[in-house]
């Protein structure tokens, strides 16, 4: 099945304590983004990658990393997470035509 | 600056009631539209997908139409079901956007039986 698989589903974590979120996909797509959801402010992109070792800053992208050393993967780093980076994550794919979402991290930093 | 607005922002509707859900963008200049649906604290599902060079979608009770030159698009549920009830989410994917999809705010719908 076609599909991006995002990990963990729940995450919560204190302040300052490194943490990643891994993103998989199986359609080998090139295109690989972040976005974060939040009430009232709606879904903007973090980070963005068009191919491998390629990637660039999206909209909000303070207080994150990304990497892409392989073209299925593209896991979200927060080295030092802050009470403001709690929301509802996801990572996305895309071929050309049309994006497929994972079923998104929800983390919460206290 | 490139934008996507969703009118109503919530929509109660009685089951059974044919509906239709509202989409406009800033700019014609868009490669495609996605209509995504959300359950509350859960992920995207993608409806369907428009090319910009497309004037409609359809699949089962849904149907999407794209109208660049008036930057506007709309989602059709025929014969609501109580299932339906999710946040509709209009995505435009704008040519200089670097691919990034720009989100309309959402249309919350609630279908009562």
């Known amino acids: 099945e076609a599909q991006v698989t995002q990990n963990p589903r729940y995450l919560i974590t204190v302040t300052g304590k490194k943490l990643t979120v891994t993103c998989s996909q199986n359609?080998?797509?090139?295109?690989m983004s972040w976005y974060r959801q939040d009430p009232g402010l709606g879904l903007r992109q973090i980070y963005y990658?068009?191919?491998?070792?390629?990637?660039d800053k999206g909209d909000v992208p303070e207080g994150y990393k990304v990497s892409r050393k392989e073209k299925r993967n593209f896991p979200l780093i927060l080295e030092s997470p802050s009470p403001n980076q709690t929301s509802l994550y996801f990572c996305?794919?895309?071929?050309?035509?049309?994006?497929?979402f994972g079923s998104g991290t929800r983390l919460t930093v206290v | 600056k490139q934008e996507v607005t969703q009118i109503p922002a919530a929509l109660s509707v009685p089951e059974g009631e044919n509906l239709v859900l509202n989409c406009s963008f800033t700019?014609?200049?868009?490669?495609?539209l996605q209509w995504f649906r959300q359950d509350p604290g859960k992920g995207l599902t993608s409806l369907l997908l428009?090319?910009?060079?497309?004037r409609e979608q359809t699949s089962g009770r849904l149907n999407a139409s794209l109208d660049k030159s008036s930057g506007r698009s709309t989602l059709y549920i025929a014969a609501s079901q109580p299932g339906d009830s999710a946040t509709y989410l209009c995505?435009?994917?704008?040519?200089?956007?670097?691919?990034?999809?720009?989100f309309g705010q959402g249309t919350e719908l609630s279908v009562k039986p």
């Open positions: 996305a794919s895309s071929l050309h035509y049309g994006y497929t």
């Open positions: 359609m080998n797509h090139e295109y």
């Open positions: 990658s068009m191919n491998v070792e390629v990637t």
């Open positions: 700019d014609s200049a868009i490669y495609n």
């Open positions: 428009i090319q910009s060079s497309q």
């Open positions: 995505a435009v994917l704008f040519y200089n956007q670097g691919g990034k999809l720009i």
